[in-house]
């Protein structure tokens, strides 16, 4: 069945250029008023416009297509500038049901080189951007008992990337704060996944030996309108990129048990059988790693 977002609110950060354009295009497209919020920074995260002439733009094509859409300057470090933004659309359309977290910007140097002033901007852009919108956004989630929330991580975060430490860390912590408000917002409905996209954008333009004409990041849009559907999943982290899908899953193996005085030479000796991922599992929440353990020790002590 088509998925539609008719009568549905949807804030799109970072929506002035690259994926989050296409995302807020798509949804959109599909019936939803949709918030183009985009602080008009270069990629490094300097300068911004009072105006945000691209968000403006992005605005004026959804209108051109026959769609409603409002344009938003905040930046998503500012939590004021943020609650601002989620009162004018709640005065202006009365709710919000999609929140796709997508405002970004890269500060790339190797550990080695890297101030640490570069690594606190990546992650307030990242982290705490998605955090303030995702706070300013939950109690009225809450109170509709409906919402759909996106965060966009990386493969740089999931699986590390040279130059990167600081944009990895922010993107895995997307994850993490992805795990605990799945956990906390489905009794209220509230859906909560992560997107892994791989796109040529402004972001990763420098890139030397990808096709990057094949990596359209309307290509990657397709996945995202899953996870904010009303058939959305929720904990899931979903890849895409060039028209693939793949889902990536933070695993616990069954391992194995050691203990007495010389525990740190059995945990050496037996790391192949800790590492064995036959029979891993994807826990439904943190505290499957303490059962998996507790019941080995049981199993130790009564045999
Ligand atoms: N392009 C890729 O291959 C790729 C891979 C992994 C993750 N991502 C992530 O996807 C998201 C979109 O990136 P993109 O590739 O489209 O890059 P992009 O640079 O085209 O888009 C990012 C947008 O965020 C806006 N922005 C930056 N700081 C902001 C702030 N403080 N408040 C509001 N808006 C702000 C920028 O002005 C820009 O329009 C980012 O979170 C990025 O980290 C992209």
Known sequence: MTIRFDGQVAIVTGAGGGLGREHALALAARGAKVVVNDLGAARDGSG??????????????????????????????????VEAMVAEVMARWGRIDILVNNAG????????????????????????????????????????????????????GLFGN?????????????VGLMQTLAIEGAKNDIRVNALAPTAHTRMTEDLQGLPLEALGPELVTPGLIYLVSRDAPTRAILAAG??????????????????????????????????????????????????????????????
């Not at 943190?286 to 080995?296: D, R, V, W, Y």
């Open 48 to 81: 911004g416009s009072a105006t945000a002439a691209e968000a403006v733009a992005v605005v004026a094509e959804i209108e051109a297509a026959g769609g409603e859409a409002m344009a938003n300057a905040a930046s998503v470090t500012d939590a004021a500038a």
């Open 242 to 303: 060039a028209g693939g899908f793949e889902r990536a899953y933070v695993t616990l193996t069954q391992g194995d048990f050691a203990i007495g005085p010389d525990a740190s030479e059995q945990v050496a000796a037996r790391f192949d059988a800790i590492s064995d991922r036959k029979n891993e599992i994807v826990p439904d929440m943190g505290a499957a790693q303490g059962m998996i353990e507790l019941t080995k020790a049981q199993q130790h002590h009564s045999s």
């Open 105 to 156: 910007i890269l500060r790339d140097k190797s550990f080695a080189k890297m101030e640490l002033a570069d690594f606190q901007l990546v992650m307030d852009v990242h982290l705490m951007g998605a955090v303030h919108c995702t706070k300013a956004v939950w109690e009225i989630m809450r109170t509709q008992n409906y919402g759909r929330i996106v965060m966009t991580t990386s493969s740089s």
């Open 162 to 174: 040279f130059g990167q430490a600081n944009y990895g860390a922010a993107k895995m912590a997307l």
